[in-house]
């Protein structure tokens, strides 16, 4: 494994001392900000912050020099933490979440799953990033259990009425997700040609949903109360700049596209996933698989004039491969799907190619499934 | 007329001198903080702030606390601003913003336009109040020009091949918004009787649509760019207290419903809202029509227990009543159906029934169309 030296934000095991920005040196973290002030770096203030939103909103030309810094402060060998000793916090303030549904397999897996019979993918669905808004205010950080929702679900008469219950199908989404760092003007389209400029780096992210209230509650406004329970995300925000050598086209950056989703250059990604039940691992998605890259998602997601903000969070929706092996969520192992029972430990880790052609270790997501009290 | 004294934000016209907390006088405002302050008054900070923020996170005993000071103030006859000297800001951070769907006769008549020959409502739609969450980065204040949004609608051939270009069908969505001052804890779901602990107060919402946009993307996750470009709201939340004579029940406030959604006091609202164009009254909806309350709209947003936060904002849904001339969106006009120009202003203004007879002026939410350059 190589090192990406991601960035998160961290107190004392136990919630000693004040949140810190840290950054992540194998098994152990560097306090930035002490180290910055010592050096009189641009950028100590916003490195001495509680969260990353002051590194965030500073801007790609900070972000470059910021990283410049970090590896040399690194490379003098300063004094780290164990990561055994720190509780790592949600890095930064989530502004809007936005999930997208860019998986083609998932996608066709999920039609066939919901809507048998029926055609597979929408008339929509190659011409642009679908996607929905999620709740930011239930979006934390790994480790955070998941309370089992309570939800109406298809009720067992034939008089349409729902019934009131915990969840029976609580579900995984393996999936990427985009930190925002620099903001953009309202009714100006960011271009995919912008998307260094706007977003700071990448998470893994674990959309936990629950089948049952999802199907009685989305037609016709879509996803609701079977998302937005919880978020999780993992503590370690990756720069793009540590990316350079996993990027790769994505089937859907061709001229059959509208203009504004094209793609300048490629932002696909060739990440390994990797979900596990209770230390099992039960698949191995390839991002590199994803139909658009993160850029096209951003252009999408700006084209009518909507702004992006700092902490703007968008998740590339489920990854699935091609195999039964590589899907992102349990909705799509159908056949002998056993949905999570309390007390599940589900993780998601990731991996990509380094310049040297080594692995990068992206980090990891965890929860546990918990009772309603 | 008579008062209701709603809480704003504002600067001197012009953007002079920091933002500061006001309360509507008739066509006056009355700064609270400074008052507060001469007045040692408890609350005192939180009245000095930049927004309504810290008032809105002190929570309801703190809030009838400043509602009784603020009424003993305004009776000493204090010097007052002439709101023309003011300029109106968004009086509070959006957290969430959360859209639903509860005018049976708006959900009814869309129905009828987007799915002619199927049934009307859906399953699910009188059993919960239907939801979805928006942008709550592009949510503005009144006054805020509307840029025409540009986005996928379909396209003229049968290839299925969309065409991406300014929306032909830019519409608007009179709705009511409630502003949740208290935070909830997650995976605590908050019961119906906890409104009045937990919401501070309404204003008036002008969800801008572009139906065109919308149409083309909507299935099957939902509205998205055809909403998220921009929502106008007031520059007034009206506290809770002040609607005591508008409280009216609701259709849905029965016991058929889910034990969770059973209304334990009225909640529905007899507010007369109306929608002008260009100066002239378009229509005029009727609140108490709606089948849900704002009560129940909070309990099912946290049945699943999703969090509350300071700041999230959950509107009605477009309101409409029974007649052609109490539609809440121009979609429901649909025969001689012209949606808005460039350079169309649009108004929407409301009353609702005061104590002593009369009717309180709850405000406005106005905006511009503007076209993109």
């Known amino acids: 494994m190589s090192e990406c ?14 949140p810190r920005v840290v950054v992540r040196v194998g098994d152990q973290a560097l306090d930035v900000g002490p180290v910055a002030t010592e050096m009189s770096h641009p950028l100590a203030a916003e490195l001495s912050a509680p969260t990353l939103d002051p ?9 470059r020099d910021v ?23 949600l890095p930064f303030t989530v502004a809007d979440y936005v999930d997208f ?23 929509n669905w190659r011409h642009q990033p679908i996607g929905y808004h999620g709740r930011a ?41 985009y930190v925002v760092g620099t903001g953009s003007t309202l009714g100006k389209p960011v271009p995919v040609s912008g998307f260094e400029d706007h977003v700071f ?57 509208s203009p504004y989703l094209v793609e300048t250059e490629p932002w696909g990604l060739d990440l390994d996933l990797e979900l596990s039940i209770n230390g099992e691992v039960v698949s191995r998605p390839p991002y590199r698989t994803m139909h658009f890259s993160p850029a096209q998602m951003m252009a999408h997601l700006t084209a009518n004039g909507a702004t992006l903000r700092t902490g703007d969070l968008f998740a ?26 309390d007390g599940d430990e589900v993780v998601i880790t990731a991996t990509a190619p380094a310049t040297d052609g080594s692995r990068l270790d992206l980090g990891s997501v965890s929860g546990r499934v918990v009772t309603q009290r």
């Open 201 to 257: 780096g990448l998470l893994l992210l674990n959309d936990w949903s629950a089948r049952d209230i999802q199907m009685w509650e989305t037609v016709p406004l879509g996803p609701f109360l079977g998302k937005s329970f919880q978020t999780s995300v993992s503590p370690w925000v990756v720069p793009l700049d540590a990316l350079a050598a996993a990027r790769v086209p994505v089937p859907a950056a061709g001229s059959d596209l």
């Open 101 to 123: 549904y860019t998986s083609e397999n998932h996608a066709v897996n999920v039609a066939g799953i919901l809507r048998p019979g029926r055609p597979g993918l929408q008339p």
């Open 137 to 177: 205010g239930t979006v934390v950080v790994s480790g955070t259990p998941v309370v089992r929702p309570s939800g109406h679900v298809a009720g067992p008469g034939d008089d349409d009425r729902p019934s009131y219950q915990p969840t029976a199908a609580l579900d995984v989404e393996v999936e990427v997700g």
């Open 5 to 18: 030296y991601p960035y998160g934000v961290a107190v004392g095991r136990g919630g000693d001392g004040p």
């Open 55 to 63: 590194l965030l909103a500073a801007g790609p030309d900070a972000w």
């Open 316 to 341: 590339s929706g489920t990854v699935s491969g091609p195999d039964r092996d590589q899907v992102g969520s349990l909705l799509e192992r159908w056949r002998n799907q056993r949905y999570l029972a």
């Open 67 to 89: 990283r410049r810094s970090v590896l040399d402060w690194i490379a003098d060998e300063p004094p780290l933490t164990w990561l055994d000793d720190l509780d790592l916090l």
